[in-house]
């Protein structure tokens, strides 16, 4: 299973983002996949995740700016990010897991029950 982000850039504060995060190798079954952000010198931290039955997480941190989808005919996830800020600025990465799928958070999303990792798309907001 491969995962490629893309999508990241810089931007003004309040402006709106979607990365994307393309999926090979996997086929049709279980899933949970998320997106995780990185700030610099901090720990990484899950922001949404959604599961193969449709169910999205958010961490309450991002609820109500952060959307997860998943286009299924293009093995493509997706965050759009509404209102950004310049605390928003982060490494993001998606992230997948099969072995407990289905999966649903209410806050914390914790990064050690995801197997499978992209290589991270940098965003970064200017005030």
């Known amino acids: 299973v491969q995962l490629v982000e893309s999508g990241g850039g810089s931007v003004q504060a309040g402006g709106s983002l979607r990365l994307s995060c393309l999926v090979s190798?996997?086929?049709?079954?279980?899933?949970?996949m998320a997106w995780f952000r990185q700030p610099p010198g901090e720990q990484r931290d899950g922001v949404a995740a959604?599961?193969?039955?449709?169910?999205?997480s958010y961490a309450l941190s991002v609820m109500g700016r952060f959307t997860i989808s998943k286009d299924n005919a293009k093995n493509t996830l997706y965050l759009e990010i509404d209102n950004l800020k310049p605390e928003d600025t982060a490494v993001y990465y998606c992230a997948a897991d099969f072995t407990f799928a289905p999966c649903h958070y209410s806050d914390y999303i914790p990064p050690l029950e995801f197997a499978f990792w992209g290589q991270g798309t940098q965003v970064t907001v200017s005030s």
């Open positions: 190798g996997y086929t049709d079954g279980k899933v949970c």
């Open positions: 959604l599961d193969s039955d449709g169910r999205t």
